[in-house]
């Protein structure tokens, strides 16, 4: 490891992590976000994070940023605030499993998890989560109110539909708190999912762990939602192969097989609307030659994930009965 900043360093196939000199003895929240050819994005949300940071009397929290070979200079940036930022390069484009080398250099206790166009509104936000997770030790992970940029909440199914603090189901990848020896204990990120559904993938692991995962709607990250790098092809192909590979692994025959169906033309339909047939036959292929280990889920467990069977539900889908 080096210090940074670094300049022009060539990618030789190896992480590359440039750490502060002297970082803080022991940050209680570690926040890391991932990077990919959006540097306006990245610089908002570092400039940001760096107001935050600059109003808190504690150096309590650590900020890591990944970039995932970038080739539109968010490297070469992020390398010239590596005197208050961990930056990590990875030397190709690995989609989420970027997050994980993020994860593993993390200190803190808790990770907040960002996305390169997401930021927490303000300081009451991170207070908030900390107090969370520092009360409830059967607390697992703490799921963010998604606004846009106008402060509007954005409503997924991911979160309560009535945006009453509780219980949740799951989180929004782009603005989460988890404990991370957690985190560590449930594997990260499924790293062969590349993007879509590897929160979902997660929380199941979560809950499956026996930790809840509770909604704050006083916890507000802004997810401006750049549409860079928003193709349409990914949203047929990664949703419907990894959808597809969560109920192989988790639910069990013939509920497997009625949501299995359900995915398909659901998938289908997606594909026919952006004209993205190829991506939807690869999804497919590859949703079905790839080994599952099978972990079937207790009735109890599938029960709390029963806006996962709506979502995934053709009948939900098409009575709007979700």
């Keep these: 490891m080096v210090s940074a900043p670094i300049a022009d360093t060539p990618r030789t196939g190896f992480v590359m992590v440039h750490n502060i000199t002297h970082p803080p003895a022991c940050p209680r929240l570690s ?19 760096k107001q935050l940071l600059a109003a808190r009397s504690q150096a309590d929290i650590e900020v890591i940023a990944v970039d ?42 808790y990770l907040l998890v960002l996305d390169d166009d997401s930021h927490p509104v303000d300081n009451a936000t991170l207070d908030r989560l900390l107090q969370h997770l520092d009360n409830n030790p059967k607390l697992g992970a703490v799921a963010c109110r998604i606004e846009d940029a106008q402060l509007q909440r954005v409503w997924t199914w991911h979160l ?16 989460f708190a988890i404990r991370r020896d957690l985190f560590e204990q449930v594997g990260w990120y499924p790293a062969d999912f590349f993007l879509y559904q590897n929160e979902i993938a997660v929380s199941i692991e979560v809950l499956h762990a026996g930790y809840q995962i509770y909604y704050d709607p006083q916890c507000r990250v802004i997810h401006r939602a750049s549409p860079t790098g928003r193709a349409s092809w990914r949203r047929v192909y990664y949703p419907t192969r990894n959808t597809i590979w969560l109920i192989r692994r988790y639910f069990p025959y013939p509920v497997a097989a009625y949501l299995i169906c359900s995915r398909l033309c659901l998938g289908l339909l997606r594909a026919i609307q952006s004209l ?33 069977w709506r979502q995934n539900s053709v009948w939900h889908q098409l009575t709007g009965r979700l």
């Excluded at 976000?33 to 994005?41: K, Q």
């Excluded at 940036?77 to 593993?104: C, Q, S």
């Design 31 to 49: 926040i890391v976000f991932l990077n990919y050819n959006r540097l306006d994005d990245t610089r908002y949300t570092l400039t940001h994070l």
């Design 68 to 109: 995932n070979a970038s080739s539109d200079g968010t490297a070469e940036y992020l390398r010239t605030e590596a005197h208050w930022v961990n930056v990590i390069e990875m030397p190709d484009n690995t989609g989420i499993a970027g997050y994980n080398e993020g994860f593993k250099q993390a200190r803190g206790d």
């Design 160 to 175: 309560p539909k009535n945006d009453q603090a509780g219980e949740s189901m799951a989180f929004v990848g782009c603005g």
């Design 276 to 308: 993205e047939f190829k991506w939807y036959y690869r999804a497919v292929r590859e949703a079905f030659a790839a080994p599952i280990e099978q972990q079937p889920l207790s009735p109890s467990l599938r029960k709390q994930l029963d806006t996962f």
